[in-house]
């Protein structure tokens, strides 16, 4: 059962009494508006279902993912029988609908889950995000009822761990300059080419794929100058060809999630293996961004929620000069500052989240926008914390340091800012109206 919020104007005369009036009203002389709300509404967790999923990753996360993020950050290590334990608790398909093994439930739950999960260890929350987001929901937006019953389920329980891979050495945020080219060769397509920076590309030390990847590869092979055509494969390790270039190591942050090259031979992919119509893949790609890009960006709450809850403490608990840091207008200024960026990024990210449907694009300027903004903000608070804690902060012991280095790939993965800056300004030159 939902908290429906119900906000409503009513007209009163002034001799009446309302007893369910729980919030203010507003005279402009006579007669009297009133504006009163029925039920509290939680921005932040609307509905029961909300509530009860924050709680249960929560709890998760303090018991389960807490006590190893730390070693998993210094060892470099994807903890694949922790991320297994996603798919007892339901999580690892939360968007995908329950008759493929799902929680089905919307853009906003996808936001608290990974919120949580990234108050403890981000790097194992992109895991998650690059699995449940950028694989599972878009086989559930974009695929057919065959490659979602092949898929899905395996993906929802953890049997089989996903990825997405859209990124080459050669082409980040200039995605249609790809290289990787699908060619048709009588029921197959061959796919040929690497894609880079892959989260969960590799699922181990040994080199072992993702089981499953969706792939976009150039299809329009004859070069007639036209818009790139993009297509969408999915690639699994059954097909020949398949395999892991590297596994990325030395990674500023996120080192409890792996990173991987992939390298792609001549892959023979089934026909059915295509999903949606050949060269159409640009709407699921935006579609899909979309929720990249609002999910990106709750990681970036979790993470400044952490480092605000720590600089706070730290700065009662620690003296200098007979008086507690909090007491000093400069160390004010930092706590001050970040908690309002912090509140201003979360109120912003769970309306745009509120308001997204998964099943259609059209969401950019406000996925691009709440990242743009929560990634710097988390970035910044979490260069605060260490501030406050002077040399704690600069040590892994204090959690801060790995948070800051956590926190910068969001101002890069899934849109760097700068793209960002380009597709905000274009839809408010095409659109005006969106400011209002
Ligand atoms: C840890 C990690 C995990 C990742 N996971 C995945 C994944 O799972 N799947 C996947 O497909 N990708 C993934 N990525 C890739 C990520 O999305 C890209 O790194 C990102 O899109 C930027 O691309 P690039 O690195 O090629 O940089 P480039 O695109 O080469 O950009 C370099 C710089 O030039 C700037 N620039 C480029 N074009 C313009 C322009 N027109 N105007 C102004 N400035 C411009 C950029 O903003 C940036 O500052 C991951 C990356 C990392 C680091």
């Known amino acids: 059962m939902g908290f429906v919020a119900h906000i409503a104007l009513h007209i009163i005369r002034p001799t009446k009494v309302c007893q369910d009036i729980t919030r203010e009203y507003i005279c402009f002389s006579r007669p009297l508006l009133y504006v009163y709300s029925v039920q509290p509404f939680d921005l932040f967790s609307p509905t029961e279902e909300h509530k009860m999923l924050r709680d249960t990753v929560r709890d998760f996360t303090k018991s389960e993912v807490e006590p190893q993020a730390h070693e998993h950050d210094r060892k470099e290590r994807f903890n694949l029988s922790l991320f297994k334990k996603l798919g007892e608790l339901g999580l690892l398909g939360i968007t995908v609908p329950d008759t493929f093994g799902g929680a089905g439930m919307d853009a906003l739950a996808a936001c608290i889950a990974i919120e949580e999960l990234s108050y403890s260890d981000p790097g194992f929350a992109l895991a998650y995000l ?89 299809s329009d092979i004859k070069d007639s100058g036209k818009k790139a055509e993009v297509t969408t494969f999915l690639v699994d390790r059954s097909m020949s060809g398949y395999s892991v270039g590297q596994k990325i190591v030395d990674k500023l942050g996120m080192r409890a999630s792996n990173t991987a090259e992939l390298v792609f031979d001549k892959v023979p992919v089934p026909k059915e293996n295509l999903v949606g119509e050949p060269g159409h893949s640009l709407l699921h790609m935006m579609k899909n961004l979309e929720i990249e890009r609002l999910t990106l960006a709750a990681m970036s709450l979790g993470m400044a929620r952490r480092a605000l809850e720590i600089m706070n403490r730290y700065a009662e608990e620690r003296s200098a000069f007979g008086n507690s840091l909090n007491r000093f207008g400069q160390i004010q200024r930092h706590i001050a500052e970040s908690y309002v960026e912090y509140k201003a990024a979360r109120c912003y990210l769970y309306e745009v989240g509120r308001n997204l449907n998964l099943a259609v694009e059209g969401n950019r300027v406000d996925s691009d926008g709440v990242k743009l903004f929560a990634a710097t903000m988390a970035k910044n608070v979490c260069d605060k914390a260490i501030q406050v804690l002077g040399g704690y902060g600069y040590v892994g012991e204090y959690t801060v340091e790995r948070l800051w280095r956590d926190a910068k790939l969001i101002e890069i993965g899934g849109g760097t800012l700068e793209a960002h800056h380009k597709n905000i300004t274009r839809d408010l030159a095409k659109n005006p109206s969106l400011i209002e």
């Open 130 to 218: 690059a699995h449940s987001i950028l694989c599972a929901n878009n086989i559930a937006q974009n695929a057919s009822t065959e490659q979602k019953k092949k898929y899905l389920p395996k993906l929802c329980t953890g049997e089989w761990i996903g990825a997405m891979a859209m990124s080459e050495p050669n082409a980040g945020t200039d995605v249609l300059g790809m290289e990787t080219r699908a060619v048709q060769s009588g029921t197959n397509y061959l796919l040929t080419g690497r894609k880079m920076w892959i989260t969960n590309g590799t699922t181990d030390e040994q080199g072992t794929p993702a089981d499953v990847v969706l792939v976009y590869a150039r």
